[in-house]
């Protein structure tokens, strides 16, 4: 018995240590990214996040994050862009976010985060916005099921970032 209690004391003591290293991580990544409080469920801040899917909507995506607040799954999406109010692109991107996650975890995600480099924006998730999203998938699913699809900026940073760069006829 006087050989386990040892080996006991070292398990527990890197088991709290452990726990202190993860806990000052989440702590610098929620003050690095301006992150609200609660419990961090998903994060692809890193780019390691798996890709979310709704089957219903036919919707994949990353949120950069997913915090628990109370009772309700919240997804958090990072800029790193300045803002003085929140872009709509980016209140669609949430509020698809929104939807998958509420089939996924069959829970309402009532509201979310886009955090910007000098401020957070709560916004909420209503059904205007939601309807919204629904609006414009079916607009983009016409567009490409005519061939009609078109880049609609001149942006060439934009272009330099977009994931479907590689096989555009249309990327600056």
Do not use: W
Not at 6 to 35: E, V
Not at 121 to 139: G, H, K, M
């Amino acid at each position: 018995m006087n050989e386990i209690a040892p080996l006991l004391f070292a398990l527990g003591t890197a088991s709290l240590l452990l726990s202190i290293k993860i806990s000052s991580a989440a702590r610098s990544l929620r003050l690095r990214y301006g992150l609200p409080d609660g419990d961090a469920l998903y994060s692809d801040l890193s780019g390691s996040g798996r890709v979310l899917r709704s089957e219903r909507y036919h919707l994949s995506g990353k949120p950069d994050s997913i915090i628990k607040e109370g009772r309700h799954l919240i997804p958090v999406e990072v800029k790193s862009s300045l803002a003085e109010k929140p872009y709509r692109s980016h209140q669609l991107q949430l509020a698809a976010y929104g939807l998958i996650m509420e089939e996924l975890y069959r829970t309402d995600v009532p509201y979310g985060y886009i955090v910007y480099r000098n401020r957070r924006y709560r916004i909420e998730l209503n059904d205007d916005l939601r309807d919204e999203v629904l609006s414009a998938l079916d607009e983009m699913r016409r567009a490409l099921r005519r061939g009609h699809a078109q880049r609609n900026h001149s942006q060439k940073a934009r272009c330099s970032r977009c994931s479907f760069r590689r096989g555009c006829k249309q990327a600056l």
